[in-house]
């Protein structure tokens, strides 16, 4: 069984429950869901299938076995692998696997939707626009390739996060139809804790986040401490003011008991100043929250047509230091992939939209 390109309904896509049902209407016993969500899906990482004579055949008559295929691949020299993932309508998503400092463990980066919304001015996916939402199969397809990937360079994916493509808290109810399945004992086995949903800052989404109060860890992307600067660099900012943000993140962390991460890309003469690192500092004051500096990849020319340019290690150094004196947590996170399509968007870009079949063969997987 494979890919398939028509409008079956990816395997993927079904529950546990949706599995049981299935299976009781074609005369199987329920319990075999269980099975087919281990054997099968977990067959696609390496494992091996028993599933009972003539069910295979049948599940791959009434479902596309996988929500999406592989369309290109880059690796990085420092092993950061980005896939392009061609979903069943041919639009496509990227997820990228990051090894870990640990030799036999990394890290998986999923997308939440094709394209987004959001409009980030430094970003590369948000130059194609918003096209639709991902459903939980095609998340939980991008949890299986990056397994696959990293099992295939002997490495056990520890960790995901939603920083991806997309806006989390947009499409939430996938995401945590995703998240749930990923963490079931028979697929993933994951934690929640070893999950990381992202948002650039829609505070509802963080409240709904914090109903469903599923434990998983939440990040946001700040990126400024003001909100002019904010609103400047992501439209989001005009909607929600930091304040609110932190506030909502604040509640979030009191009822998940989960650090909050505040995710800030240095960009050179935009937000590195250290006025702002003061600034940023004193936001965190009263917050158990950590931050993570990020190191940019540069996208080309922006929505408005600027270019941003990450900031001099020398500016980054000055910026921690800055930080750390006023008595915030704050790590530097290294640049991934910085000799590929690492940063968010890029590969989608280059390959072209929709998938294109036309793209020349060396970006082809
Ligand atoms: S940075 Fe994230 S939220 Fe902002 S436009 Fe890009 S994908 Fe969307």
Redesign the pocket.
């Known amino acids: 069984m494979s890919f398939s390109s028509a409008a079956a309904r990816p395997l993927v896509d079904l529950s546990e429950t949706d599995t049981a049902a299935w299976m009781k209407s074609r005369g199987y016993n329920e319990v075999h869901a269980r099975r087919i969500i281990r054997e099968l899906l977990g067959a696609r990482s390496g494992g091996k299938q028993r599933l009972p004579d003539g069910l295979e055949d049948e599940l791959a008559e009434s479902f596309a076995i996988q929500a999406a295929e592989l369309a290109m691949k880059q690796v990085s020299e420092d092993g950061t692998t980005k896939l392009l993932l061609r979903l069943h309508d041919s639009r496509t998503v990227e997820s990228v696997l990051m090894p870990d400092y640990h030799p036999d463990r990394a890290s998986g980066c999923v997308s939440s939707q094709v394209g987004?919304?959001?409009?980030?001015d430094?970003?590369?996916?948000?130059q194609t626009g918003f096209e639709r939402n991902l459903t939980s199969g095609e998340i939980i397809e991008q949890y299986l390739q990056l397994r696959r990937e990293a099992l295939s360079t002997g490495r056990k994916l520890r960790t995901i996060v939603f920083?991806?493509?997309?806006?989390p808290m947009l499409n939430l109810q996938n995401v945590l139809a995703a998240v749930e399945r990923i963490a079931h004992p028979e697929l993933g086995a994951f934690g929640w804790r070893q999950i990381t949903v992202?948002t650039?800052g829609i505070v509802p989404g963080i409240e709904e986040l914090r109903s469903a109060n599923p434990g998983v860890h939440l990040a946001v992307?700040l990126h400024a401490p003001d909100d002019a600067t904010r609103a400047d660099l992501?439209p989001?900012g005009k909607r929600f003011a930091v304040n609110d943000i932190l506030e909502a993140a604040d509640r979030y962390q009191e009822t998940s008991g989960r650090i909050t991460t505040i995710q800030y890309c240095l960009l050179e003469g935009v937000n590195d100043s250290l006025a702002q690192a003061r600034d940023l500092a004193h936001l965190m004051k009263t917050r158990r929250m950590h931050i993570n500096l990020l190191r940019y990849n540069p996208t080309g020319l922006s929505l408005r047509g600027r270019t941003y340019l990450p900031s001099s290690m020398e500016t980054t150094e000055a910026f921690l230091a800055k930080l750390r004196a006023h008595g915030a947590v704050a790590h530097l996170r290294r640049a991934r992939g910085p000799d590929i399509d690492a940063a968010?968007?890029q590969l989608r870009k280059r390959a072209g939209l929709p998938f294109d079949p036309k793209v020349p063969k060396l970006f082809q997987a």
Do not use: K, N, P
């Open positions: 987004c919304a959001m409009g980030c430094f970003c590369a996916t948000t920083m991806g493509m997309g806006e992202s650039v992307s992501l989001a968010c968007g």
